[in-house]
């Protein structure tokens, strides 16, 4: 089984403010990994797919890098409307979601 | 565009089989799989296992002892069965479409809150 971990589990920053979280997966998954930003009550929502690709309609403050076993996500100016939950997902071999990075405003 | 409604009982019994349905509207349900995740409280995100809709299924190595799934393409349905169901299995169950070509699940439904108590 593929074990992805994800950092930090959760994250305080500032409106404004360079946000990245990193994920790690325990093998090699080529590009194959997705994003998501879920909000309490409401269901989770693709951000990002093949590790880089932003999903139409995500603004482009979001980004993903990497290949291979680690992979960044990144938001380049924190907005209020980022508090939420995000998580990594591989699916080079079934499926496999990272912990989750609460992020918080400052 | 495509939307995902989950329904079933809110309640389930320890010991018991949990058993729900996510009805596919806005588009086919062919071509794709589909797949059920959930979210305990307090924790992430777990997926369980994904469905093609010729009935190729695949699950989590955890949970695959207790878990099947099944589609109707008639009624653009596809259902989740989990026998001898414990506490632990309380959470938010989600169904949402994987986009094999391109990665990702991608929408999901709203989610319901099973939850397994006497």
């Known amino acids: 089984d593929i074990q992805m971990t994800q950092s930090p589990s959760s994250l305080s920053a500032s409106v404004g403010d360079r946000v990245t979280i990193t994920c790690q997966a325990s093998?090699?998954?080529?590009?194959?990994l997705s994003w998501y930003q879920h909000k309490p009550g409401k269901a989770p929502k693709l951000l990002i797919h093949?590790?880089?690709i932003l999903e139409v309609g995500v603004p482009s403050r979001f980004s993903g890098s990497g290949s291979g076993t680690d992979f960044t996500f990144t938001i380049s100016a924190l907005q209020p409307e980022d508090i939420a939950t995000y998580y990594c997902q591989q699916y080079t071999d079934l499926h496999t979601f990272g912990q989750g990075t609460k992020l918080e405003i400052k | 565009q495509v939307q995902l409604q989950e329904s079933g009982p809110g309640l389930v019994k320890p010991s018991e089989t949990l058993s729900l349905t996510c009805t596919v509207s806005g588009g086919s349900i062919s071509g794709y799989y589909w797949s059920w995740i959930r979210q305990p409280p307090g924790k992430g995100l777990e997926w369980i296992g994904d469905i093609y809709d010729s009935g190729y299924s695949k699950y989590n190595p955890s949970l695959k002892s207790r878990v099947t799934m099944s589609v109707d393409t008639s009624r653009s349905q596809f259902s989740l069965k989990m026998t001898s169901v414990t506490a632990a299995d309380t959470a938010v169950y989600y169904c949402?479409?994987?986009?094999?070509?391109?990665?990702?699940?991608?929408?999901w439904g709203q989610g319901t809150l099973v939850t397994v108590s006497a």
């Open positions: 093998q090699d998954i080529r590009n194959y």
């Open positions: 949402a479409r994987y986009k094999w070509h391109s990665g990702g699940f991608d929408p």
């Open positions: 093949d590790a880089s």
